[in-house]
């Protein structure tokens, strides 16, 4: 087993990319060591001249802005700039948002997930569980919000999610008026703003899945707020799985989606203390954006 196929499941891979990896990101992003080494020092500099901005500045954590810019400086400062709104748009909830705050939500619901293994890509999968696995009078839409946000820190921590980027499957499966009405059009305007704008990460697939007729409800909510690049992204597979697997091989997939894999049969207990071990990088992110809140 090689070491990142050894590593992935439940544990944040860190400071290593695979030589298909770096090819990769040659080819997609523009990086090689000269590109790298200019782009930083230059995303730096236009930091270090933006007085209302908050981040580190170390190589590692400028990387992380840059790779989903394609290594263009001004980009990456832009993105920056969103990510610093969309925080202080948002404090009372993201404003030192620590692991402790949301820890019991984390492990007592079955509302976000990570599949143990990647896709045939390389990528990493996330669910996100909206039908009747959700009970939206225990974690309510911005405890589902703050839960998503402490996830998408963590990815941010592995080189190889920075250049292959991340799958979500949305699971309706279930789904009742009770989720319905709880997703609300300012809660859908918050996570599809934060999705298309303050998230650092290169999302390449969305796939909606199980979705019942009572979905057109929820979709007709979020649909306003979807722009054209996220749009061509997002996918449609209702209860047809062969759908899905035009995108996701049933070699990488659970049973739940049937897949080759074992049904899932873990949740945010096991998958926890990956995102613990890095509650240092969390509880920096958590002051990090804008100068003044």
């Known amino acids: ?24 990101a040659k080819n997609e992003l523009r990086e090689t060591s000269e590109t790298k080494e200019n782009a930083i020092k230059e995303l730096r500099q236009l930091l270090q001249a933006s007085p209302d901005l908050h981040y580190k500045d170390d190589d590692e ?61 390389g990528r990493r999968v996330l669910i996100v569980n909206c039908g009747e696995t959700w009970n939206p009078s225990y974690v309510n839409t911005d405890d589902v919000f703050r839960l998503l946000y402490l996830v998408h820190i963590a990815a941010q921590l592995e080189p190889e999610t920075q250049v292959r980027g991340a799958v979500v499957i949305m699971d309706f499966e279930g789904l009742s008026m009770k989720q319905v009405t709880a997703l609300t059009p300012s809660f859908s305007k918050r996570l599809l703003t934060f999705i298309q704008d ?48 035009k995108f996701l091989s049933p070699e990488i997939l659970p049973e739940n989606y049937k897949g080759q894999l074992p ?31």
């Open 263 to 293: 049904k899932i049969d873990y949740a945010g207990t096991q998958w926890l203390p990956a995102l613990e071990k890095h509650e240092e990088f969390v509880n920096e992110w958590a002051e990090m954006g804008p100068t003044k809140w």
């Open 1 to 24: 087993m090689s070491k990142a196929n050894s590593e992935e499941a439940f544990n944040i891979r860190i400071g290593y990319l695979r030589p298909e990896t770096v090819e990769l």
């Open 61 to 121: 954590f400028l990387i992380i802005f840059l790779r989903t810019c394609h290594f263009y400086p001004q980009s990456a400062l832009e993105k920056m700039k969103s990510v610093a709104a969309f925080r202080k748009e948002n404090a009372n909830l993201l404003h030192g948002l620590v692991i402790e705050q949301v820890k019991e939500k984390f492990l007592n619901s079955n509302v976000i997930n990570i599949l143990k293994n990647c896709d045939q890509h």
């Open 198 to 245: 303050a998230m650092p990460i290169r999302l390449k697939e969305l796939h909606f899945v199980k979705q019942p007729f009572i979905f057109k409800l929820v979709w007709s909510l979020f649909k306003p707020f979807v722009r054209e690049k996220l749009n061509k992204r997002i996918h449609f597979h209702g209860s047809d799985m062969k759908s899905l697997h």
